[in-house]
Structure formats: C-alpha cells, structure tokens
C-alpha cells in the first residue's frame, strides 16, 4: 500500500530542515501577521474615527462660516476669507470651477455633510474638480445673489506621527528577539539530548545530561541518563560472560587436543586439531567483538602514521604476502595506533584472504580528514550485502565462505573500532572487479 503523500508544507524546497529555524519561522511569521493585522484594524478604525469627527466638523463650522459671509456687507467678505480657511477647504468669492459628479466615497460623505449643515438655506450643487488629488467644490449663493465656493480636499484621517514608524520598527525588533529566545529555550534541550546520543560511542562514555530545567526537560534527561547506565550494565554483564565462558573453553580444549595427540588415527586427529582451533579462534574473535562493543580503552597519542603502515606492511611482507602500500601521510598526528592497525590488519587478512593481494592507499590529508583504502581483485561483495557483511558472524556463500577459515567477525570488529576512533569505514565494489574497503579517519590532530 503506497504511503499517503506528505504535506505541501514539508514538500517545499525551501523550508528550513532544522527544527529551531522551522519554529522561529512559524512563530515569527504567525506573531508578525497577526501585529500586522492589529496595526491595520487600529489604523483603519483610528482613520474612520477621524473621518466621522471632520464630517461633524465641516457640517459645523462651513455652516458657521457661510452665514457670518452672508450677513457681512459685501466690500468686507473678501477680508474675512483668510480667516475663516482651514487646512482642508477654502472659501472663494466667485463662480468657482466646474467639473464632473462626485464619485469618490469620501467627496461624497463631505458634500452629503456640508448639505445638511447649509442646503436647507443655500441651495447647493456638488462637483468633482480633474487633477491628481481628491478634490471638490461646492457652488452656492448667498441672500445677495453673491456666488460663494467652498474648495474642499477631503484628508482621509490624521497624519501619522513621525515617532510611529520608529516605535514598529522597535517592536518588530522586540518581536524578533522574543521569538528567537523562545525558540532557542525550547530546542536546547533536544540539541542536548542529540549531542549526547551522537557522543554515546562503544565506550558509553557519553557526558551526563543535566537533569534541571522544566520537568519535561528533567524528565527527558533523567530517562536518557538512565538508560546510558542501563546500556553499561547490559554491555559489561555480556563482556564479563563471555569472558567467562572463553576462560572455562580454554579447559576442554587443551583437554581435547591433549587427546587428540594420543589418537593413533593422525587423519582423525588432524581433523580434530582443525577444529579447535578453528573454536579456540572463534571464542577469541567474539570476546574481541565484546571487547570492541564495549569500547576501546587505548587513548589518543601523537604517533608517526607512516611508520606504522610501514611496520605493517613490512610483518606481511617478511610473512611472504602480496600486500603494498601507496601514499604518505608526511606528518605525526594524534590517533588510536593499535585500534587502526587491527582494523587496517583485518581489511588487508580480509583482501588476501578473496584476492591473494592487497594494496593500502593513503589519501590526502585534508581539513583534518583522511582516508585509507584497502583494495583487492577479489570476486567482489553483491550491492545488497555491501552492509550486511558487517554484522557479526555474517559469511557471505561462493567465494567468501567458511573454507576461507573466518569467523564472520572481522568486519565487524572492524566497524565497531572505527565507530570507537569516530571515523567510517565502508565497502565498495571496484571498476573491473575487486573489493575497496575505505576507512575515513576524521578529526586528525596534527602534532
């Protein structure tokens, strides 16, 4: 049954993949919309508030004003228009200028206030004037048969203070700073918690995560810190049986070869000692893997790499076996010597073993990394069992099977030292055939 499609949101190219800059883009974005909104409700509802307020006024104070003109004598009316203009009209002796009907909203609610404050005395008519701002005038006589013109340019609302812009570009700032603190309180503790399960190695070595904060925090970590001591517990109990059993199979199997050199059938007895030693190998090669499970206890120390792989090299060589060796490290550097060397040994037991040669690679030392490759011109690994050849007492059948004398856990003793040295080993098949085995060593102190 295919899986329901994910979300258009988790489908987005560009959405953050962690969480701490997913949720301050959540809750920045959604406290950000919603200081928007209330700014644009409360300036809306401040501009109607005003609007409301200046339609009281014109129908007010324009009725004021055309009565004290229409009761002035005619030579003084002209004097007074100075006085009696305000910010948003005017008053003009004269004709005025003519246009077309009002249209826009707000002419038409001050011409529909300016008419009920003077139109019942003054008959009145409304026009529209052309231009680029709002603009109207309003055409009336007075009691002499004067024509009078109201030239009005209608304000929206208020003007802005210079001090607002400020104060929201303040508060975003707020707002940002919160919802950064937020966020960062809230994912601290699963940064810690995923540091200290990246650091819980073989070695269970992992610092303890500090129990304090909310208790879902403290809750977290003491579940955490139990289970580390939980994983030690289990791990030194397996070690220390299999310690046990390998120390008690030491008994029987002395016993038996002891035995078996008293046999007067040598084939018989040759067939035996195969045997035991094939299980005297195998109980060391599994309290190795215990071992490694556990953790290695070797710290690290400023070594010469070269002289290592050349030692390396030199004991299969004098030991009659195709093994060479290419690159150099050409510096000390700070690492686990007899961890690399028992994993690079079982790589190279593992490339004679399929391929009668092995040939060690020595990259380039770069940003701290490193990496070593073990080839062969074996028959190769399938793709599907690149990973499962790592798993303990994994044999693959053909060519890689028991006849070869292994014990299925050389690899495996190999990944988990390389886990220990907080490097990556990995296979992969070879153009032309063959096998690569690369370990990737991280986190190279030069000395």
């Avoid at 029987?252 to 050199?261: K, V």
Wanted: overall charge neutral.
């Amino acid at each position: 049954m295919n899986a329901p499609p994910s979300p258009p949101l988790l489908r987005w190219p560009h959405w953050p993949r962690t969480l701490f800059a997913r949720l301050a883009v959540i809750l920045f974005v959604g406290l950000a919309l919603a200081q928007s909104l209330s700014v644009w409700l409360t300036m809306t509802e401040r501009d109607q508030t005003m609007t409301n307020i200046m339609m009281g006024y014109i129908e007010r104070e324009v009725a004021s004003s055309v009565a004290l003109l229409d009761h002035l004598p005619p030579d003084e009316r002209a004097q007074w228009l100075p006085r009696l203009a305000r910010r948003s009209y005017e008053f003009v002796l004269g004709p005025g200028v003519p246009g077309a009907p009002v249209d826009a909203s707000l002419s038409a609610r001050v011409a529909q206030s300016i008419g009920d404050g003077i139109g019942t005395r003054y008959p009145l008519t409304v026009n529209a004037v052309p231009g680029n701002r709002e603009r109207l005038q309003v055409h009336l006589k007075l009691s002499d048969g004067t024509p009078l013109t109201i030239d009005l340019r209608p304000m929206p609302g208020a003007p802005l203070s210079r001090w607002l812009p400020l104060v929201l570009t303040l508060q975003l700032l707020v707002l940002v700073a919160c919802c950064w603190l937020a966020v960062r309180l809230a994912t601290r503790p699963l940064n810690q918690l995923a540091v200290a399960a990246d650091t819980l190695g073989p070695d269970l070595k992992a610092a303890r995560l500090p129990e304090a904060g909310p208790s879902e925090v403290a809750r977290a970590a003491r579940a955490f810190n139990a289970m580390q001591d939980r994983i030690a517990t289990y791990m030194t109990e397996r070690m220390q049986i299999l310690a046990a059993i390998s120390h008690d199979l030491q008994t029987p199997i002395t016993r038996m070869r002891l035995r078996a050199d008293t046999m007067d059938n040598e084939a018989e007895a040759a067939k035996l000692r195969q045997d035991l030693r094939e299980m005297e190998a195998l109980v060391k090669e599994g309290v190795t893997y215990a071992r490694t499970m556990h953790g290695t206890t070797e710290l690290p120390r400023r070594i010469d790499p070269d002289a290592l792989f050349d030692s390396l090299v030199c004991d299969y060589v004098d030991a009659g076996q195709d093994v060479s060796l290419q690159g150099r490290f050409g510096q000390s550097l700070t690492m686990r010597p007899q961890a690399l060397r028992r994993i690079v040994g079982n790589l190279v037991d593992n490339a004679l073993n399929f391929g009668g040669a092995a040939q060690i690679d020595i990259g380039e030392l770069h940003d701290g990394e490193a990496t070593v490759s073990v080839l062969d011109r074996g028959p190769g690994i399938p793709v599907e069992s690149l990973e499962t050849v790592f798993e303990p007492f994994v044999r693959l059948e053909g060519s890689r099977n028991r006849q070869t004398g292994g014990t299925g856990l050389g690899l495996a003793i190999a990944r988990q030292l390389a886990l220990a040295m907080d490097a990556t080993l990995t296979l992969h098949n070879r153009a032309g055939g063959g096998l690569e085995a690369r370990l990737t060593l991280r986190k190279l102190r030069e000395s």
